[in-house]
């Protein structure tokens, strides 16, 4: 991984570690997401407890109650490209508790925080065909079991934002390594979850920088301020729901893909002085047809 892609997540990480109070109101709603997703799937098999939980972009935790989750899941795969921001996490949750267990440092995205430029350049087809292939894989993490529930915690825009270092976005290859990315993200959700488990894709898509309208919006008027800011083409790159579920559509006609998707209202995620609109899609992995028994030859 190249320290010069990787640092700018790590200054940032360093820098909102004390917004935890800030988030509250956000990472209730997380919680909840998470918990009401634990309702359905004990309620489904019949479980007390469900076995494992993946918090992709785990970082600070500042989205997550590591104590509640703990009562919830044997077991909690923390990943995040940061170290010392989970085990700071885990320290802080005051927890000596081995079901918190942490992977790092991880890239979400291999091989995104190992890319050069060239990597992604029209000059070498075979290699840029190559790269998008890498990118768009659905290589989950290793060391992570298939789980119950994988969470990604607001990380696809910091995905966009590592692709950005790489290329400018009127560059001719920047929307193909964008929706290459983003199907990689959602097929490497939907590889580490079990037959039957849920991915929860959770992202900011828009801040008050770009539109302070948020700052005072309430949540009944967000989801119409959200779709007037995105027909203004005013979002983070490749946040756009649609095309999102354009692509989750196309996967589910695959064995592993979704069998359903539900798309959750959007919230406000305060982060210090910023105002964030976050929204969350809900997708449940299909089960295999069991495969009917072959007739009995006839004698
Ligand atoms: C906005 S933060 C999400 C908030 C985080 N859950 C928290 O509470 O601090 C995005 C996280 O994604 C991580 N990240 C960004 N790109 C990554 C990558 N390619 N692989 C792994 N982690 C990545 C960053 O280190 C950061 O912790």
Redesign the pocket.
């Known amino acids: 991984m190249r320290p010069d892609l990787i640092d700018p997540?790590?200054v940032r990480?360093s820098e909102?570690a004390d917004l935890r109070d800030s988030c509250k109101s956000h990472r209730e709603r997380v919680m909840q997401l998470i918990e009401s997703t634990v309702s359905d799937l004990s309620a489904e098999s019949n479980v007390d407890q469900l076995s494992s939980v993946v918090l992709l972009?785990?970082?600070?935790?500042?989205?997550v109650d590591l104590i509640r989750l703990a009562r919830l899941f044997q077991h909690i795969h923390l990943?995040?490209?940061?170290v010392a921001?989970l085990s700071d996490a885990v320290a802080d949750a005051n927890s000596t508790d081995n079901r918190l267990q942490i992977h790092a440092p991880?890239?979400?995205?291999e091989p995104?925080?190992a890319m050069m430029p060239d990597d992604l350049s029209t000059d070498d087809t075979t290699r840029l065909a190559n790269s998008l292939k890498l990118l768009s894989s659905e290589n989950g993490v290793a060391d992570v079991p298939e789980s119950d529930i994988v969470v990604s915690?607001?990380?696809f825009s910091?995905?966009v934002v590592?692709l950005s270092v790489l290329l400018t976005d009127d560059n001719p290859v920047y929307a193909n390594a964008l929706k290459a990315i983003r199907l990689g993200h959602i097929r490497r959700m939907l590889s580490m979850l079990r037959p039957g488990g849920v991915a929860i894709f959770i992202t900011e898509i828009v801040s008050s920088e770009t539109a302070p309208k948020l700052i005072d919006v309430s949540d009944s008027e967000l989801p119409e301020l959200i779709r007037e800011l995105v027909n203004d083409n005013n979002f983070f790159s490749g946040t756009n729901p649609s095309p999102l579920l354009a692509e989750l559509n196309l996967l589910s006609r695959l064995p592993g893909g979704p069998e359903t998707v539900d798309t959750i209202d959007p919230w406000k995620w305060q982060m210090g002085d910023r105002t964030y609109a976050v929204y969350a899609m809900r997708i449940q992995k299909k089960i295999p047809l069991k495969e009917e028994a072959a007739p009995a030859a006839d004698d």
């Open positions: 997540h790590i990480n909102t972009g785990a970082g600070n935790c500042l989205d990943v995040d490209l940061d921001a991880q890239d979400i995205a995104l925080l915690l607001c990380l910091h995905l590592t």
